[in-house]
């Protein structure tokens, strides 16, 4: 997807050979109108499948996935929790998740109420990485019984085993922006 | 808003009197077509206002505030982070906030390069109960020096002492829904 590889040429900020940050508009500030083009472009690439809920994750995945649930029919979108208050329903499907943008483990959780084995979901988040958050989220789905049609990533870096892990579930993967190298500051894209 | 109080009374959960759990359709699952009658609700209550930024606090904020920001020209939606990880900024403006719901103190931090003095912010936040969170964003906003055009709130609870906190600042407040009594598990609205 060009605008967006074009953001990140222009507003990205590379530390390490290996981190992107992306606050300028992904992660802290959201361009808005930007990510009304992302959701377009899941819509394009998710044309064939129906689609009756986007799940996501706390935090950097909920803007996107509800921007994009509007190209999918207003779908409602349903986000793993984090950090559950004290209100959350105790009924939920839970999985392990390790961050390591913040060094940390991480039960996630999704009320029971909000997954049947009616539903099919695309997943929809801003990064794939290490893959550690897509498997949690697989997992909740796989205890749910709810159908995976899909998995949309806004960016992807080649140069870590997300893909690897999600396409040994047997996934459809759509990234938008896929970057196969980080090196002296430079992003490389796939071609 | 009469579509967002038909919502609260038949899909709210009400415990202890005082707490409402809007989960089903506000703060884990999340209702796209509702959000965006919310945002042209907003809009049409802000109308007079000018506005360059939309800014609110994680988690149940942000697609409110993302949502809403697409009838306010797509301005940027900064969101406050409770749980900032490694690879934020480290300059940022801070505030301490009481999570009732978590039990717990949060530092809200937002990078100071995305507020300036040159800001009219629209706060978005999904409830206001004690004030203690919009507090928080007040301070992080009167140390950016952005001024507050308005506070936008999708639930207010009259028993707690938010609108008073929020009404000696001086800021203009618009609730859609205003709860009086939680009473005997029955919600009264302000008429």
Redesign the interface.
């Known amino acids: 997807m060009q605008l967006l590889k074009d953001k990140i040429r222009t507003s990205a900020k590379i ?1 390490d050979n290996r ?1 992107i ?1 992306v ?2 508009f992904l992660n ?6 930007l ?2 083009e992302i959701g377009k472009e899941f819509k394009r690439r998710f044309s064939a499948k129906e689609i009756t809920k986007i799940v996501t994750i ?2 950097s995945g ?2 996107i ?3 994009t ?2 190209y999918f029919n ?6 793993a ?3 559950a ?5 105790k009924d939920v499907y839970e999985a392990k998740v390790f ?1 390591y ?3 940390q483990e991480y039960l996630i959780k ?2 029971k ?2 997954l049947t084995p009616n539903d099919k979901v695309l997943i929809i988040d801003d990064f794939l990485a290490s893959g550690s958050a897509l498997l949690g989220l697989y997992s909740l789905l796989a205890q749910s019984g709810a159908e995976i049609a899909g998995v949309g990533i806004v960016i992807e870096k080649t140069f870590q085993e997300g893909r690897k892990l999600i396409e040994e579930k047997g996934l459809h993967l759509e990234s938008l922006a896929i970057i196969d190298s980080l090196q002296d500051g430079q992003v490389i894209f796939k071609e």
Chains 1, 2 share one sequence.
Do not use: C
């Open positions: 530390t981190i940050q606050d300028n802290h500030q959201l361009d808005i109108a990510f009304n706390e935090t909920i803007a996935a509800s921007i649930a509007q207003n779908v409602p979108v349903v986000f929790k984090k950090h208050g004290l209100n959350m329903n961050s943008t913040k060094n999704i009320s109420d909000y």
